[in-house]
């Protein structure tokens, strides 16, 4: 079964540090990872992904991921925090389930506080 | 705007009650999953449906059930409601059979249960 873990509830940064939250993964085949934010009362939205190709990879806002295969982690960086960035963030993985429909799975969020 | 639709924005109602949560997916896009957002659980999924056929089902309680209609919409019913139920309810939509695209979340109805 495939899973998702976050490991930190809350990272705080100082404003223009860079930033990381952490992600690792298992699935039982190759993986299909995203990266979603969630403002204050308002929905998921979308970050970036990881398919296949480079392990860094970069999305939205300035935010990057880095994909670790030996690690099985995926990663969310930005070399400089801004206060606007402050928000929950959620790992997702993609997979697909016996009978061959998807199944996602997200973690279980991590917020982000930046410090002015 | 994600194109996912979610209706109503919140919904207050006493426990015992019945109430539907109503969800239109992306233009083009088949799968519907539904969450449920509460403070101490995190995301939890709910259910997927795809083309009008359910296809997975998570920590969904008996008393909730979901259906896909043929136009794609998709409906979230909450019955007995508990106290326990008050959270953010969640519906996303994806382009089926891809597995390489994100999915696309509405607002939320956020349910209060009094």
């Known amino acids: 079964a495939q899973s998702v873990a976050q490991p930190e509830d809350q990272v705080n940064v100082a404003e223009g540090n860079p930033l990381t939250v952490k992600c690792t993964y298992s699935v039982s085949g190759n993986p299909y990872l995203f990266w979603y934010v969630q403002y204050p009362n308002r929905g998921l939205q979308f970050l970036l992904k990881?398919?296949?190709?480079?392990?860094l990879v970069k999305g939205s806002y300035g935010f990057e991921a880095e994909f670790n295969k030996s690690q099985t982690s995926f990663h969310l960086k930005k070399p400089s925090a801004l206060v606007s960035d402050s928000a929950l963030y959620f790992c997702?993985?993609?997979?697909?389930?016996?009978?061959?429909?998807?199944?996602?799975?997200f973690g279980t969020g991590t917020k982000l506080q930046v410090i002015p | 705007d994600s194109g996912v639709t979610q209706t109503p924005k919140h919904l207050i109602t006493a426990t015992g009650q019945r109430v539907t949560l109503r969800c239109s997916p992306r233009?083009?896009?088949?799968?519907v999953y539904w969450y449920q957002q509460s403070l101490d659980q995190g995301l939890q999924f709910l259910i997927q449906y795809y083309n009008g056929e359910e296809r997975a089902k998570g920590n969904i309680l008996e008393r909730f059930s979901a259906q896909q209609f043929p136009d794609l919409h998709s409906e979230l019913n909450l019955s007995s409601l508990e106290l326990g139920d008050s959270a953010l309810y969640f519906c996303?939509?994806?382009?089926?059979?891809?597995?390489?695209?994100?999915?696309?979340f509405g607002q939320g109805t956020r349910l209060t249960v009094v």
């Open positions: 990881y398919i296949t190709g480079d392990n």
């Open positions: 997702a993985v993609r997979d697909l389930e016996g009978g061959g429909y998807q199944k996602v799975t």
């Open positions: 996303a939509s994806s382009l089926e059979g891809q597995l390489n695209t994100e999915a696309f």
């Open positions: 233009s083009g896009d088949l799968s």
